[in-house]
């Protein structure tokens, strides 16, 4: 017997949820894992659990800071690497990732598929703590060069996705530049509902449509 396929939309926060759930079409629900990487993963793993999904994808939107200033507030990126940025030891002017070995593998990178969108591509840095001055963004900054945007839960959802077997399509729309106290929330949050009902769902379709039509053959 085929596997039915399963699309999760998923959000980090209430306040996300919220207003996408304003606009999104009938039939079509956002989950919110919470806000952390901890927070997402149990809430993942719990709903995994009692579930029991097979075929699943995860399409994740939410808010995020940037680290580049030439990517406009507010506006759509596409994460294509995510890192998992402090796991480690931390010195005054450096940090040292923790060591494979002492992680038992646990990896701290992770690729995304192809964007099926066209919008800029970014590499996600997760922190458990939000980098609220510019001296923490020029620090993370300088030990993750590559680094352009900033969340507290990104790798999470790839870890999660690595484990189960689904690949994670994660947009994020930018909301602030790291360190800066000027946040455009109400603006990126408006997006953040627009180009769900408008791009995301209709991508969320397409996942489902996709994998049904390769299962029935």
Same mark, same amino acid.
Request: positive net charge; charged residues 25%.
């Given at each position: 017997?085929?596997?039915?396929?399963?699309?999760?939309?998923?959000?980090?926060?209430?306040?996300?949820?919220?207003?996408?759930?304003a606009t999104l079409p009938q039939g079509h629900e956002v989950f919110w894992t919470g806000v952390g990487a901890l927070a997402t993963l149990q809430t993942l793993w719990q709903r995994f659990v009692r579930e029991k999904p097979q075929a699943l994808h995860l399409v994740v939107v939410g808010i995020a800071g940037s680290y580049i200033p030439t990517l406009a507030i507010p506006s759509v990126v596409y994460v294509r690497e995510?890192?998992?940025?402090?796991?480690?030891? !931390? #010195?005054?002017? +450096?940090?040292? *990732?923790?060591s494979e070995k002492l992680r038992g593998g646990f990896p701290l990178r992770w690729k995304a598929p192809a964007s099926p969108l066209p919008l800029p591509q970014v590499v996600g840095l997760t922190l458990h703590?939000?980098?609220?001055?510019?001296r923490e963004a !020029? #620090?993370?900054? +300088?030990?993750? *060069?590559?680094?352009?945007?900033?969340?507290?839960?990104?790798?999470?959802?790839?870890?999660?996705?690595?484990?189960v077997?689904?690949?994670?399509?994660?947009?994020r729309v930018l909301s602030n530049y790291v360190g800066h106290r000027h946040w455009e929330k109400d603006?990126?949050?408006?997006?953040?509902?627009?180009?769900?009902?408008?791009?995301?769902?209709?991508?969320?379709?397409?996942?489902?449509d996709r994998d049904s039509r390769t299962n029935a053959g």
């Open positions: 017997m085929k596997a039915t396929p399963t699309v999760w939309l998923l959000t980090p926060s209430a306040v996300e949820a919220d207003v996408i759930r995510e890192i998992w940025g402090d796991l480690g030891r !931390r #010195y005054g002017r +450096r940090f040292v *990732p923790a703590t939000v980098s609220a001055t510019r !020029r #620090y993370w900054k +300088r030990t993750y *060069p590559e680094a352009e945007i900033e969340t507290q839960e990104g790798a999470a959802y790839f870890a999660f996705g690595e484990a077997g689904a690949p994670v399509y994660a947009f603006a990126a949050l408006a997006l953040l509902a627009t180009f769900t009902a408008k791009d995301v769902v209709p991508l969320c379709e397409r996942l489902m």
